[in-house]
Nanobody, 123 residues
């Protein structure tokens, strides 16, 4: 079992930055691919970014490419999402997720989820 706890959300003005963190329990964190997803009010949850177990491969949604960076520190059992040049349309609850086998952009590929952290970008 893996428990994931997100932090770092908040209110920021458009053009600002935030860094989200996701702390994982368990000694097998380094073997899991990790992903970030988000869900805006009235919308379905969507993929944001993913990182392989080693951190050597990353993948981003087109909407955040060039603005967001996913990274991980396996020694700290933590994955990060650095968000720059934030836009009002980035407002959502952000979730981190762990995939025990494989990795990808589909939420059904992920086995464990955090509770989410709210990000609000004002115009």
């Amino acid at each position: 079992q893996v428990q994931l706890v997100e932090s770092g959300g908040g209110l920021v003005q458009a053009g600002g930055s935030l860094r989200l963190s996701c702390a994982a329990s368990g000694r097998t964190f380094s073997s899991y691919a990790m992903g970030w997803f988000r869900q805006a009010p009235g919308k379905e949850r969507e993929f944001v970014a993913a990182i392989s177990w080693s951190g050597g491969s990353t993948y981003y949604a087109d909407s955040v490419k060039g603005r967001f960076t996913i990274s991980r520190d396996n020694a700290k059992n933590t994955v990060y999402l650095q968000m720059n040049s934030l836009k009002p349309e980035d407002t959502a609850v952000y979730y981190c997720a762990a995939a025990t086998t494989g990795w990808g952009t589909d939420e059904y590929e992920y086995d464990y989820w955090g509770q989410g952290t709210q990000v609000t970008v004002s115009s």
